[in-house]
């Protein structure tokens, strides 16, 4: 390379990257140097061959896996799990007013879900803020087919006020148990469970409403909630799985639990909301998430002992 | 039975870190999915991550050397944007900010790893082959086994060379764009280009054991 013709101007020429008198003087040394055009020729082919070297492929579920990461990334920059602040007076307003949001525009319905220990392949981390609990439940929505399994721990010394507050809304103690098979599968399930965990007690809530609606409940439920209530996205369930699941089952024999936790299952009983076309099977499963249609999210409701 | 409740529109307005996204060289698609996923719309980021992650894995092989570094440095870049999004005020390409920490991420990486070469797995990550159907076997044949020594060649390369002719070759950077992505002079990125090219080619010539291109080859 010498300083008169610095041999980077031929780069800089097959880039098109050179000024008008830059060019000029390449065309004058290209015109004069065998040499020049040689090597003009092999940089010309060899960009070529690097430029057209197969693209790589990627999986379908690249972008899923991407998101699931900067998401559960997001949730580990926060605080630690989600304690919210202590809510002013007048708390069993705020919980009526919380558990009304929740129903709010959607049908209310009623399963008693089984019980899952620990988080599985498909659970969602816990979250920290309302930011983060929106985008979790946006990143576990779930799909046709698939249920979001979301769990809400409520302190033992708050629980009244949310049964209060569930009854504001029609939920109510006393019901006569529903014969509707799959309400009865589930509660089964989960009596066989209590009876080996240590769950004080555990109710479910079904809600089948937009997304959206159902991430402003949960959002005022955990702003406006007691010191001590955490909401955490769990698992993803197969609905049609459910649904097949819960047929031909028979009559439910008693079996030995907790007996507030039976109690609190059978206060919340399908029987007050006909399942109806909102347990209808859905063929299929899809991967992309319903962002019109309504979703399913099913709210374990946990007492906890006192921290 | 159907509950009802009376809803203050507002109440359940939640405080989100704001987009500061406010430069005129994003194009309007990437703005609006920028701004949706500073939202907190997980979608909306997922769109981008589409967009991009083929042209973004497809660059990191030949700077990584191997599918699974690829697809790792692309997702820490991803998630490394996704964090780092509402800092993005647009004065440059959406993607040109991202293959910024992409490219950052991948030699840092690199750099606390000891290369590993992987010529099949090169192979099997190849999956679009640009090949026209009327090609013979033997020619698609000889023209992948030539893929394959480029990119081997590309492999034994310095990282700030092979970084430079990947955004250059296959990205279609131009100088200004590579300046700004590896934050070096114009006058730089020209002359370690060039350098990187004159490399490459020796690279290749040592594989194949002779000139790879007609003619004597011309060192300087």
Redesign the interface.
């Known amino acids: 390379m010498t300083r008169e013709f610095p041999d980077e101007l031929l780069s800089a020429y097959l880039d098109g990257e050179l000024t008008a008198a830059e060019h000029q003087q390449v065309e004058a040394r290209l015109a004069a140097s065998e040499t020049d055009r040689q090597l003009l020729a092999e940089l010309r082919s060899l960009r070529g061959e690097v430029a057209s070297l197969p693209r790589m492929r990627v999986d379908g579920n690249f972008a899923d896996r991407v998101v699931r990461a900067a998401l559960a990334a997001q949730i580990a920059d926060v605080p630690p799990p989600l304690e919210v602040a202590p809510s002013p007076p007048k708390r069993s307003s705020r919980w009526i007013y919380a558990a009304a949001a929740l129903a709010a525009a959607a049908s209310l319905l009623i399963a008693i879900q089984p019980w899952r220990s620990a988080p599985t392949s498909n659970s969602i981390v816990a979250i920290a803020t309302n930011q983060n609990l929106i985008d979790a439940l946006r990143s576990a929505a779930p799909s046709e087919g698939q249920a979001l399994v979301v769990r809400l721990q409520v302190p033992a010394s708050a629980a009244g006020a949310l049964d209060a507050a569930l009854a504001q809304v029609g939920i109510v103690s006393g019901a006569a148990t529903s014969a509707h098979p799959i309400a009865e599968a589930y509660r089964r399930q989960v009596e066989e469970r209590l009876s080996a965990g240590s769950a004080a007690s555990v109710a479910a809530v079904f809600v089948q409403a937009p997304l959206a609606e159902i991430e402003r409940a949960l959002a005022a439920i955990a702003e406006a909630a007691p010191s001590g209530v955490s909401l955490l996205p769990e698992a993803k369930l197969d609905w049609n799985g459910i649904a097949t699941a819960s047929q031909g089952l028979g009559e439910f024999g008693s079996a030995s639990v907790n007996q507030a936790a039976q109690s609190l299952a059978m206060r919340l009983d399908a029987s007050q909301f006909p399942l109806g076309a909102a347990v209808t099977p859905i063929a299929g499963l899809s991967t992309a998430p319903a962002t019109s249609g309504p979703v399913r999210v099913i709210i374990l409701v946990e007492q906890i002992d006192a921290r | ?7 203050t529109p507002g ?2 307005e ?3 870190p704001t987009s500061r996204l406010s430069g005129a060289k994003v194009e309007q698609h990437d703005r609006q999915l920028i701004q949706a996923a500073c939202r ?4 909306a ?2 769109g981008l ?2 967009k991009y ?2 042209r973004l ?2 660059a990191l ?2 700077i990584c050397g191997s ?1 699974d570094d ?2 790792d440095v ?2 820490e870049a ?2 490394q944007s ?2 780092k999004l509402h800092t993005f005020v647009g004065d440059s390409a959406f993607y040109t900010w991202l293959y910024r920490i992409a490219v950052n991420t991948a030699i840092s990486r690199r750099r606390r790893r000891r290369e590993e070469t992987s010529v099949e797995s090169s192979r099997e ?6 090949h026209d159907d009327a090609e013979q076997a033997e020619e698609r044949l000889l023209r992948e086994e ?2 394959v020594q ?2 081997q060649a ?1 492999k034994r390369l310095s990282d700030e060379h092979r970084s430079i ?1 990947v955004l ?3 990205e ?1 950077c ?2 200004d764009q590579i300046a700004q992505i590896l934050n070096l002079p114009v006058g730089t990125v ?2 370690r ?3 990187a ?1 004159l490399q ?2 020796e690279q ?1 010539d040592t594989l194949l054991g002779e000139p790879s ?6 060192r ?1």
């Open positions: 039975m159907l509950l009802t409740a009376d809803i109440h359940w939640l405080s989100l907190g719309d997980a979608a980021f997922g991550v589409r992650q083929e894995c497809t092989l030949h599918v690829a697809e692309a997702q991803f998630v996704y964090l990550a190849f999956g679009l082959e640009p030539r893929a480029v990119q590309l002719l250059r070759e296959i279609g131009d100088y020209r002359s280009l060039h350098r090219r490459l080619k290749l291109l007609g003619g004597s080859s011309s300087r």
